[in-house]
Nanobody
């Protein structure tokens, strides 16, 4: 059974940091690009970051460049998103996805407020 399970969300003050994790199972993790997306109620889900298979090239949305870092550990079937200097506008449900969205996790809530 193909499964993605996110963790690491929570509440943080502006300027703070969080690290999201995504545990993958049921497929050969190293053979797929992986991505993070986020969604705010009433808005479309948007790509945050993507990391390719094999070469680990990365792609970021303009609104997170320089603040967020996507990484993966193929030995553990894990995907990560390090989020620094979080701002209130980063508040959203964050989703892990295989490739650009062929399989989705259940999401983890990130809330940034003072």
């Amino acid at each position: 059974q193909v499964q993605l399970v996110e963790s690491g969300g929570g509440w943080v003050q502006p300027g703070g940091s969080l690290r999201l994790s995504c545990a993958a199972s049921g497929f050969v993790f190293s053979r797929y690009a992986m991505s993070w997306h986020r969604q705010v109620p009433g808005k479309e889900r948007e790509l945050v970051a993507l990391i390719t298979r094999f070469t680990n090239n990365t792609e970021y949305a303009d609104f997170v460049k320089g603040r967020f870092t996507i990484s993966r550990d193929n030995t553990k079937n894990m995907l990560y998103l390090q989020m620094n200097n979080l701002q209130p506008e980063d508040t959203a449900v964050y989703f892990c996805a295989r490739s650009r969205g062929t399989v989705w996790g259940q999401g983890t809530q990130v809330t940034v407020s003072s």
